[in-house]
């Protein structure tokens, strides 16, 4: 097929499926604003999107493609609408995010937008298994899985494999359940497991294709796979995308400079308001709590947030790593730049104890002004002042 054909057979899809917004009386989506090797994206706010994140979207789909063996088609594109404000429109009730089978059209909230990715990846019309396709697409977001039901008081999961869409419509999918059973199946059996679901999902295959794709992973019956299951007693998995965040550097000063055309500084925070930031993980060691020295100099108008993962974890919550939302009903430490010329001449600095875990360092400005940032940070046993003279 000629490049021109084979552009225009990627964007049938899309232009049948706008005309039938349209013919169907629903407002016209925003337009796109920006276009990368891969993407089509249109927003419903005015910020700016940061390279940064235009990258993390590209980047995200190359580790998709690689992981799930399966590849976007030659001069396909996926169109995202990125809308904050109105994706109530065009998804269903309560949703952040929906995928329109067959087109490669997602609309999203960021918080979903990698999960939604997925969807357009596999572009399953089939909808075999719905339980099936929405544990990938949680599961390869890259924000990991959690779950603390107990067998008795869940559905069984070898029911759950046939839900259809009529059933899922009506909200009868747990999400949670259908990230945490994937991300338990490719821990115990490898990602080939995954690999093997994927080409059924992807070929439109039936209940007997399934149910072969999942007896040849277990070795067992598919009817055997609930009691299976019913031993995992791991709760959480971590995030596949987690080890993409960089690791602060420990002892020296760090440039997380931001400025919204590098990209290195992901744009917009949470929500769509504006502006920039960037991300770094922390890993306390050992069994002990330790000193954390940091410094941050940065003007006043950039912060840092020092958000505990497992805390976070510890409550209930999911964080996607790259757009991170704790939760408002913990505390994490904070400091605010304290130069007001925006020389970087000048630091905030706080010495916080912290218990060896998980750690976000999240730095950030309201704004698009580029900030020169540096920070420095250290981890120091906590220093026991010796005991008076008697």
Not at 35 to 64: K, M, N, S
Not at 182 to 210: C, D, F, S
Not at 306 to 328: M, N, Q, T, Y
Request: charged share 25%; hydrophobic share 40%.
């Amino acid at each position: 097929m000629s490049a021109l054909r084979s552009d225009l057979a990627a964007r049938l899809p899309l232009a049948l499926a706008l005309s039938s917004f349209a013919l169907a009386g629903c407002q016209q989506p925003p337009e796109v604003r920006y276009e990368t090797e891969h993407f089509e994206i249109a927003t419903d706010f005015d910020a700016p999107v940061c390279a940064g994140t235009l990258r993390y979207l590209e980047d995200h789909l190359a580790f998709a493609e690689s992981e799930l063996h399966h590849k976007l088609p030659a001069g396909a594109k996926i169109r995202l609408y990125w809308l904050e404000h109105s994706v109530g429109d065009w998804c269903h009730e309560g949703a952040a995010g929906c995928y329109y089978p067959g087109t490669r059209v997602i609309f999203s909230e960021g918080q979903s937008m990698t999960h939604e990715v997925i969807h357009a990846l596999l572009n399953a019309e089939a909808q075999t298994s719905l339980f099936i396709e929405e544990g990938l697409a949680e599961v390869y977001s890259g924000v990991g899985a959690r779950y603390f039901r107990a067998p008795g008081e869940r559905p069984p999961v070898d029911e759950l494999i046939w839900l259809t869409p009529k059933e899922y419509r009506a909200s009868e999918l747990d999400y949670a359940l259908a990230a945490h059973f994937l991300a338990w199946l490719e821990r115990e059996y490898g990602r080939v497991a995954t690999q093997r679901i994927v080409e059924v999902v992807v070929a439109g295959g039936g209940p007997k294709q399934l149910d072969a794709a999942l007896e040849r992973t277990i070795s067992a019956d598919t009817e055997d796979i609930e009691e299976i299951y019913a031993t995992a007693t791991q709760t959480t998995y971590r995030g596949l995308r987690e080890d993409a965040v960089p690791e602060l550097e420990l002892d020296h000063g760090v440039d997380l400079s931001l400025r919204c055309d590098d990209d290195q500084t992901l744009g917009p925070l949470p929500g769509g308001a504006g502006g920039m930031y960037e991300v770094r993980r922390l890993r306390v060691p050992g069994s002990y709590p330790l000193m954390l020295d940091i410094h941050l100099y940065a003007s006043a108008d950039v912060r840092l947030d020092l958000i505990d993962v497992d805390r976070e974890r510890g409550a209930g919550r999911k964080l996607d790593f790259f757009l991170p939302r704790p939760s408002e009903e913990l505390d994490h430490p904070r400091l605010i730049g304290d130069d007001p010329g925006g020389d970087v001449e000048t630091s905030s600095q706080r010495e916080l104890v912290v218990t060896p875990g998980l750690y976000l360092l999240f730095v950030s400005s309201p704004g698009y002004e580029a900030e020169d940032v540096l920070v420095e940070a250290s981890l120091d046993p906590i220093r026991v002042p010796a005991p008076a003279p008697e």
